[in-house]
């Protein structure tokens, strides 16, 4: 059985995406060992909150070196919300500005709209040869959220030196994985107020999205049947009707 681990870093309705992963038939756990982490088929990083807390909250447990060393081996890992903005190289805040992960190009910064936070369904853009809303480009998400990226720029030299940085002391034979893994990206775009943000992306090993896709009803379980599928053991997921 497809196995998925929900990392806990005291951030996020982690209950909510173990449940609607479990409504696909594959094993979630909410655990922040790195062990588990590492074996698992997927891993979800949650979050709900501050950028630099969240952050904060992810060092505490390890989860930055996690992602990273996942990434390094290509395995996937899909954001959510604030797991997709940490994904970025900065995150403002209560103006000043608090370092990500660096693995996408960019700055989080507040939504220009106004009425702030932006709460609710809405349409996203995807882009075509997407793989994660593959079946449901035209439907509408839930988001829940002030700060979003602006920006997504394709610029892999960055995200593969923060790799080869992070796995100095591995293997040649992973490093060469690693330029290997990352692929042009895919950018999924939505509008609220004046601003235009990065809904979700798509990168290698890496998957994200802003909105909630576990909140997101009938959409959203067939975006993460889409991501489950794209696992190393995810052949027996059922097919969706028309495939």
Request: a negative charge; glycine letters at 12%.
């Amino acid at each position: 059985m497809t196995r998925i681990q929900v990392l806990d870093y005291g951030f996020g309705n982690v209950r909510s995406m173990v449940h609607a992963l479990s409504q696909l038939g594959v094993d979630a756990q909410i655990s922040a060992d790195p062990d588990l982490a590492m074996k698992a088929d997927g891993l979800v990083i949650p979050g709900v909150g501050a950028y630099g807390a969240c952050m904060a909250g992810l060092r505490a447990v390890g989860g930055d070196r996690i992602i990273l060393d996942r990434l390094a081996q290509g395995l996937p890992v899909l954001g959510v919300c604030i797991g997709l903005q940490v994904m970025f190289q900065f995150g403002d805040e209560d103006g000043h500005s608090e370092p990500g992960l660096g693995l996408i190009p960019g700055r989080v910064t507040k939504l220009d709209a106004d009425v702030v936070p932006h709460m609710g369904w809405d349409h996203v853009q995807a882009p075509q040869g997407t793989r994660l809303l593959a079946g449901v480009q035209d439907q509408r998400f839930y988001f829940v959220h002030s700060y979003a990226a602006m920006a997504a720029q394709p610029d892999l030299s960055v995200r593969v030196s923060v790799l080869n940085e992070h796995s100095d002391s591995q293997p040649e034979s992973n490093r060469t994985i690693q330029n290997a893994s990352f692929g042009e990206p895919l950018v999924t775009w939505a509008t609220f107020g004046r601003s235009r943000f990065v809904a979700a992306y798509e990168c290698g090993p890496l998957s994200a999205t802003q909105f909630h896709p576990e909140k997101s009803g009938q959409a959203g379980a067939r975006l993460l049947t889409n991501w489950v599928r794209t696992l190393p053991e995810a052949s027996g997921l059922p097919c969706e009707k028309g495939e």
